[in-house]
């Protein structure tokens, strides 16, 4: 995963992989991708738990390796995700590796792009 400064979910990501240029000729502007429009595509990623993270534990479980990562419920999404709106339902107290995942990101865009979107 990539570092960075946290995203909130109605931050806007608009850095060097997003079209920017005012050229006619060029390809329309994409949206801009923030985790309140977004279709949780990263909410299929395994997510490790660095440290003393306050996740509650029925959203937890322990690795092949022994390691604590969020559960993933039989849809292969993250426990804590609310399936009707696409948002994390622990958001205030999210892992820090989804605090540091960066919307709009070549990871994210590479996931979004598995996703059909």
Request: proline fraction near 6%; hydrophobic fraction near 35%; include cysteine.
């Amino acid at each position: 995963m990539r570092g960075g400064a946290p995203i909130a979910q109605n931050d806007v990501y608009s850095g060097p992989f997003m079209n920017s240029t005012n050229d006619a000729t060029a390809a329309p502007r994409q949206p801009a991708i923030t985790c309140a429009s977004c279709k949780a595509c990263c909410c299929k990623l395994e997510v490790m738990l660095i440290g003393d993270e306050d996740i509650p534990p029925a959203l937890t479980e322990v690795d092949a390796w022994g390691g604590l990562i969020m559960k993933r419920l039989d849809d292969g999404w993250c426990a804590a995700l609310d399936r009707k709106t696409h948002r994390c339902g622990i958001y205030a107290i999210r892992p820090v590796i989804c605090r540091d995942y960066a919307a709009g990101d070549h990871d994210c865009l590479d996931e979004r792009a598995r996703g059909g979107l």
